[in-house]
């Protein structure tokens, strides 16, 4: 550990509590896709206080700048520009009601943080922090991009969209881990999430008395066909090697019991790390939709809608984190994490700019709660995660703008 990352490590350690405190704030106050209305406010509160200048973007997003005030030149990449790193964190919560007792328990109805992103945005306020006492040593900026609306796949693509990395030569993120013990983190180069496409078969038949199922055309038996005949797709259509999945969430159909079905709706998803594996899947699925409808006498019709593109991180960003990373903590705390087929916009920002994406332990062996699955009602954290999350943010961001990695 050098000298800037022991000064680091100093600054998390006086911030600990204040960060402890921030996180259960925010997760009593939990808000979904599209309505952070106060968290946005929130943050922009505790930007104001550290002198940090800041903008809305797409409504619900704040994006700060950390200007550092050294006199040298700001480093330049190797195409000439001047570095700027970019981190990102989340900012909203589920639809979900939290079934865990505690101090900090949500207090909105039907909506909780159960994918960790009060500890992301908390990390990224205590990376400012961190940023805002060593600006003199560096030049440049640094932008803090607090996104919203991840659940939904809105949030990232808008936020690139409007500009909030505008200029940004590097970004970079991280996601808690509850599957990892607390103070060990994973930093994988290559594919470590799936694209998420999420799809919509609206298939139309013809009602008649279930008497008299030749009369008709029944959609709700021809979306049946479809559902179980689409799981071939994935098991003798793709390389077992290759991960992918399709699943269908929703079949809706019928009105009574006693009348063929003249209309059923099926919504699903499908998740690969393959660019060649997903076109591959998502056009046999379109034709064994309308195969499988002409045949049993109905038509059919199909929705697409991207949620989330596949998160490849960059080769040359995790050899640069993963060497800060080591400075910081020692190779023992670097394990390894599988590709996971959970989707991630984070994989916006690396699309546009170089960078990547670590996953952070939040595990207490001796706290079950905390070993819950990320969208669990249960799920809570071991907060040491700040003293993991918050270094790592702040000396990778550091040490890139210094030019020493």
């Not at 050294?70 to 195409?79: C, H, I, Q, R, Y």
């Amino acid at each position: 550990m050098n000298k800037l990352e022991r000064q680091i490590m100093e600054l998390t350690d006086r911030d600990f509590d204040v960060l402890v405190s921030l996180r259960r704030e925010f997760h009593r106050h939990p808000e979904i896709g599209r309505e952070e209305h106060w968290t946005a406010a929130r943050i922009e509160e505790e930007l104001d206080k550290l002198g940090l200048p800041h903008h809305r973007c797409a409504k619900t997003g704040v994006v700060a700048f950390a200007d550092g005030t050294a006199e040298s030149p700001v480093p330049l990449t190797e195409d000439g520009r001047p570095r700027c790193m970019a981190l990102r964190a989340d900012i909203d919560a589920l639809p979900l009601t939290e079934r865990r007792e505690s101090p900090y328990k949500s207090e909105i109805p039907g909506q909780m943080h159960a994918c960790g992103h009060d500890v992301h945005l908390t990390s990224l306020l205590g990376a400012a922090r961190v940023l805002r006492a060593c600006r003199d040593l560096y030049a440049g900026r640094i932008l803090l991009v607090f996104q919203p609306s991840e659940e939904n796949g809105f949030g990232g693509r808008r936020m690139v969209e409007e500009g909030a990395v505008a200029g940004a030569t590097r970004c970079f993120g991280f996601h808690i881990a509850p599957e990892l013990k607390c103070g060990t983190l994973a930093l994988m180069e290559g594919a470590n999430n799936a694209s998420v496409d999420w799809f919509r078969m609206t298939i139309k038949g013809e009602g008649t008395h279930a008497a008299y199922p030749h009369q008709g055309a029944d959609a709700l038996y021809i979306a049946a066909q479809v559902v179980v005949a689409a799981q071939a797709l994935v098991t003798r259509m793709n390389d077992p090697a290759q991960p992918l999945l399709l699943g269908f969430g929703r079949l809706e159909a019928g009105t009574t019991y006693n009348v063929v079905a003249d209309r059923a709706v099926l919504e699903g998803t499908i998740r690969a790390l393959d660019p060649e594996v997903r076109k591959n899947i998502i056009r046999r699925l379109e034709q064994l939709l309308q195969d499988t409808a002409a045949l049993y006498g109905g038509t059919a019709s199909a929705e697409w809608d991207v949620n989330g593109e596949m998160l490849i991180n960059t080769a040359e960003a995790v050899r640069e984190a993963r060497k800060t990373a080591v400075s910081l903590f020692g190779e023992d705390r670097l394990v390894i994490r599988k590709p996971a087929l959970i989707g991630d916009d984070m994989s916006d920002y690396i699309n546009a700019v170089s960078g990547c994406y670590a996953f952070i332990g939040t595990q207490d062996p001796g706290r079950p709660d905390t070993a819950h699955p990320l969208h669990h009602a249960c799920l809570d954290v071991d907060e040491d995660v700040f003293k993991v999350s918050v270094p790592m943010t702040a000396a990778y961001a550091l040490e890139y703008m210094r030019g020493e990695i």
